[in-house]
């Protein structure tokens, strides 16, 4: 079953993803560092750190959203760093924190569709994304796309959230994800649905183990997954 923000439209789940992070953007930033009590800042830090070994000059930042990610890759010296998402308003907010960061000669933000990505094949040393690939409409496809425009030997790392699956840290991270996170994001952002569908794509997902298995399936080599903070997040890195 597709897993979709707004149950009572018709559009398809990009179109709704893309809608509701129009709708949240003014507010993504506070609510991502909020919620999160900072941490997901460090998780970003430390998947950034399983690339430094590889010392990527071209790097493809996927559902950019507000370009943290983008950011952070900056500590690798890269070249060039393309950000990309299917959300005006998340592009809109990242494309002034690059500027007033005086970054904007490394870093460009533009639209683009994972599933169908405009840059050549093997062009980018590395990719990254951080909480975006549960948001995509045919999860293989944007795998696939993101595999193709890796170089030979080229890396990608994905920072997702994931299901904890030991007492007693399942049952109180159930709590916050189902009673108190949607409550807060609806009060913040205004928008009704957009905390509600956050738990509900992660639930949906398919973490861990599987995550790994279905990386290798579609080609990629050397796939692993690290756990974070009990289990709540996981990056999976994985070669071309």
């Known amino acids: 079953m597709t897993v979709i923000p707004y149950k009572e439209k018709q559009e398809t789940k990009k179109e709704q993803v893309a809608t509701m992070f129009n709708n949240i953007s003014h507010k993504y930033d506070f609510l991502n560092h909020f919620l999160s009590l900072g941490i997901d800042i460090l998780w970003r830090k430390k998947a950034v750190k399983m690339l430094a070994f590889h010392q990527p000059k071209k790097i493809l930042d996927i559902a950019t959203g507000t370009a943290d990610f983008a950011i952070e890759a900056l500590k690798l010296n890269p070249e060039e760093i393309i950000g990309i998402d299917i959300s005006e308003g998340m592009l809109n907010v990242g494309k002034e924190k690059i500027k007033k960061k005086g970054v904007d000669n490394i870093i460009s933000l533009e ?34 796309e993101m595999l193709r425009v890796l170089k030979p030997n080229g ?3 994905i920072l997702e959230f994931s299901k904890p699956r030991k007492f007693p840290i399942k049952q109180l991270y159930n709590f916050y994800f189902n009673k108190i996170l949607p409550g807060i994001g609806k009060m913040v952002s205004k928008d009704t649905a957009a905390y509600t569908y956050l738990p509900e ?11 790994v298995q279905l990386l290798k399936k579609i080609g990629y080599k050397n ?8 289990g709540i997040a996981t990056i999976y890195k994985a070669s071309k």
């Open 223 to 230: 796939a692993k997954a690290t756990t974070l903070l009990f």
């Open 111 to 144: 639209f683009g569709d994972s599933e169908n990505l405009r840059f050549e094949t093997a062009y980018f040393d590395a990719y990254t994304v951080a909480f975006g690939v549960r948001n995509f409409e045919n999860l293989e496809k944007g795998l696939t």
């Open 155 to 157: 890396t990608g790392i």
């Open 201 to 211: 794509s992660v639930y949906a997902f398919p973490d861990g183990e599987d995550f």
